[in-house]
């Protein structure tokens, strides 16, 4: 969504690179470049002069005139400004002392309350509560239909007395809602709502009427955030017809330019809660400014990335994958390796986890053009082999390519590639799990042109003994401590050297079987 964003203040931040220091025209430029990407990101006037104002006015300061990189300090006082009109600091629930805690949606049509209720509980379950939806959306035609189909895909209940489409009284579903969750003795209600295609006095009117009945602890506004400078209109309208205490904004994976994000906050005075960034249920969160702040400056969201993974990966699956890598307990195999892939797959999109990663603005388009599937065909060629073959790559030979490539439907240059690429990866994760990084000079398990000092003062000396021939005859004999005579030493006429098979000293060739009649 902040990609034209980031782009440009990407740009404006690159002109100050190099200079030593920062002069006034530089400055004015550098304001007048972050006021153009603000409006153009559709960004509130108001937000923009406000903005502009403040980094203009620290980068006068003492802060960047002492400073050792002046580019740095501008981009940290960009940070710091733009963390400041998202909201501050995370906003987090109020759950109430006698519970149940319950929580109203208000917002207007189409912007996804109704999926975002249903995403919500599934949050709060995850938390250890037990929420329930309440469905007084009665209005939109089959709403309360999806909300017990998402509420089923969550796992939480679900109170629809009445069918909707127009019949039944909202105001006392929701207060009945509220009692059947007392009685049911669940701690967390949510009470979706009915909205309108514009803001009109009778959605107002039912909104504060059921906001009087349930006497919310929380009241949630939900934005569509690709509505732009209209998702601020609207808050403000409901904020004076209705109030609320904090904004939760949906799509935020969407193509719009982010404005209202960057607004709303700063507009209404109320935080944002809760960020949607997908249609599954799981594409929701708390929403971090200073998480979106590092984003829109390509400076990548680790922290996000990090929870996800502790989320979705078993620690015990990783620690034995990892004591593998590090020659314990086994080797890492093609099994270990679609493991691990399939829990990465359970993290979601690969897209948007690598875009979480500090500098990957710049390789936007080839994040875009990802093909997602391409996972699925990596899993269908491992699946299509035998447990012996994935235990042991190296035994594919030819005609088990063929085999393997016809059974997942791809080409043997696919299989090739795969299994080619495994070993290769196998050995840099190896390489990073003993401590090495490839491509370092100094660093332990390199092992690329000279060896590296750390490996050698790792290593002990060994001392010095008797060589040990490769040939496994040769090298039986010797641990045996038969010792060679000096013709098998000095090689033979046929070539094979000191490898050659040794003659024994007692050897008696009375006793070999006459052969003359196979020479005539």
Do not use: C
Not at 35 to 52: G, H
Not at 94 to 118: D, E
Not at 431 to 454: C, D, E, F, S, V
Not at 462 to 470: I, L, N, Y
């Amino acid at each position: 969504m902040f990609a034209t964003l980031s782009d440009r203040l990407s740009d404006t931040f690159k002109n100050l690179r190099g200079k030593g220091k920062l002069s006034e025209a530089d400055i004015d430029a550098t304001g007048r470049q972050i006021r153009l990407a603000l409006l153009e990101a559709d960004v509130a006037l108001p937000v923009v002069k406000d903005f502009v104002a403040a980094v203009k006015e620290r980068a006068r300061g003492a802060e960047v005139s002492q400073a050792l990189n002046p580019a740095q300090q501008v981009i940290k006082i960009v940070n710091e400004e733009l963390v400041a009109i998202l909201g501050g600091e995370t906003r987090r629930l109020r759950f109430a002392k006698n519970p149940p805690t319950v929580i109203m949606l208000a917002g207007l049509q189409g912007a996804g309350k109704t999926t975002l209720a249903a995403k919500l509980a599934l949050w709060l379950k995850d938390q250890g509560k037990s929420p329930m939806l309440v469905a007084a959306d009665l209005q939109r035609p089959n709403a309360v239909k999806q909300l017990q189909v998402n509420g089923e895909r969550a796992g939480v209940t679900v109170f629809a007395p009445e069918p909707g489409n127009g019949v039944g009284d909202p105001v006392s579903v929701a207060r009945n809602g509220v009692e059947e969750a007392k009685r049911t003795l669940h701690d967390v209600v949510i009470v979706d709502t009915a909205g309108r295609l514009g803001i009109d006095q009778e959605l107002m009117k039912e909104a504060a009427d059921i906001r009087d009945a349930v006497t919310p602890d929380e009241v949630l506004f939900v934005v569509d955030a690709m509505i732009g400078q209209d998702a601020v209109n609207t808050a403000q309208a409901f904020l004076d017809g209705v109030g609320y205490d904090a904004v939760v904004l949906t799509k935020l994976d969407g193509d719009a330019r982010g404005g209202a994000a960057l607004s709303i906050a700063q507009m209404t005075g109320k935080p944002v809660m809760f960020a949607s960034n997908g249609e599954k249920l799981t594409d929701f969160d708390l929403f971090h400014p200073d998480r979106m702040a590092s984003r829109i400056l390509d400076m990548g969201d680790l922290l996000t990335l990090i929870e996800q993974a502790e989320k979705t990966f078993d620690a015990d699956s990783a620690a034995k994958a990892a004591a593998k890598l590090q020659g314990q307990g086994g080797e890492f195999t093609l099994d270990d390796f679609l493991e691990q892939m399939q829990q990465v797959r359970k993290m979601g999109s690969l897209t948007k986890m690598l875009g979480m990663l500090p500098g990957m603005g710049q390789f936007r388009d080839q994040l875009e053009n990802f093909d997602e599937r391409e996972i699925d065909r990596i899993q269908a060629i491992i699946q299509s082999m035998t447990p012996a073959e994935r235990a042991n790559p190296k035994m594919i030979d030819g005609s088990r390519r063929a085999r393997i490539a016809k059974g997942s439907g791809r080409q043997v240059s696919d299989v090739n590639q795969l299994v080619d690429r495994f070993f290769e990866a196998r050995k840099m994760m190896q390489q990073m799990a003993r401590g090495g990084a490839p491509g370092l000079p100094g660093a332990p398990g390199m092992g690329l042109g000279k060896k590296a000092k750390g490996r050698q003062a790792a290593q002990p000396k060994r001392s010095k003994g008797k060589r040990v021939s490769g040939n496994p005859a040769k090298r039986a004999q010797q641990e045996s401590g038969v010792p060679e005579t000096p013709a098998a030493a000095a090689g033979s006429a046929f070539g094979l050297g000191q490898d050659a098979p040794t003659v024994p000293g007692d050897f008696d060739a009375s006793r070999l079987p006459d052969l003359s009649k196979y020479l005539k």
